[in-house]
């Protein structure tokens, strides 16, 4: 069974203070990885798609990375505004037949970066 | 571009009832998912439909169901409502491709009393 494993549960900064979240995954034969930004009481919202390792993806203060058992969100000089939870998803794998809208989520990582 | 919306945003019921809620995915969109998201259990995937079938299933009793019309909105029914079931409804938007992003709508909350 596919498994997701964000780390920490929770991350208190300071503005301006840079860190990264931990994605780590068990999935047979990767096919994607997804990074989502979710603020309380709404959907989550997409950010980033992750397909091979070593593959980056950035948004304005975000990096997204992946390894063969991992993937990073690097958050570079944070901002208040950048408090959320963040999520990490995987389809099913190569052995796990079609995806068809199945994702398995990680708990998410809550990130509070105080001014 | 419109996004994913869903409706209602808020629903209160009680025990034993039944609920119907919305989705409206990105307009070109024929796919939409939909997911359970409880402090407790986290995001989970129910079913997912594409051009008015439903091709893929969670693990989630018969008393959830869905299904979708012909402009590719579509509802998720729950019968017979449990305490249990309290929680934010999302529906996700794609263009049925596999392994696609997903696009999220606001979520219906729903509280059963």
């Known amino acids: 069974e596919d498994q997701v494993t964000q780390s920490p549960e929770a991350l208190r900064l300071q503005e301006g203070e840079s860190s990264s979240l931990n994605c780590s995954y068990t999935v047979s034969g990767l096919r994607g990885l997804f990074w989502y930004r979710q603020d309380p009481g709404k959907g989550p919202e997409f950010l980033f798609t992750l397909y091979s390792a070593g593959e980056e993806k950035e948004k304005e203060r975000l990096k997204a990375t992946l390894t063969k058992k991992e993937s990073f969100l690097h958050i570079t000089a944070p901002k208040p505004e950048d408090s959320a939870t963040y999520l990490c998803a995987v389809p099913p794998g190569w052995a796990g037949g079609t995806s068809y809208g199945k994702l398995t989520f990680g708990q998410g990582t809550i990130l509070t970066v105080h001014p | 571009k419109a996004g994913v919306t869903q409706t209602p945003r808020y629903l209160i019921k009680t025990r034993g009832q039944q609920v119907t809620l919305s989705c409206s995915p990105i307009s070109g969109h024929r796919s939409v998912s939909w997911y359970q998201q409880t402090p407790g259990q986290g995001l989970q995937f129910l079913f997912e439909y594409f051009s008015e079938t439903q091709r893929n299933k969670g693990n989630f009793p018969g008393r959830f169901s869905g299904r979708q019309f012909s402009n590719s909105r579509s509802e998720m029914n729950v019968s017979t409502l449990e305490l249990g079931d309290s929680a934010l409804y999302l529906c996700?938007?794609?263009?049925?491709?596999?392994?696609?992003?997903?696009?999220f709508g606001q979520g219906t909350r729903l509280t059963v009393v």
């Open positions: 996700a938007s794609t263009d049925g491709t596999d392994y696609t992003e997903a696009f």
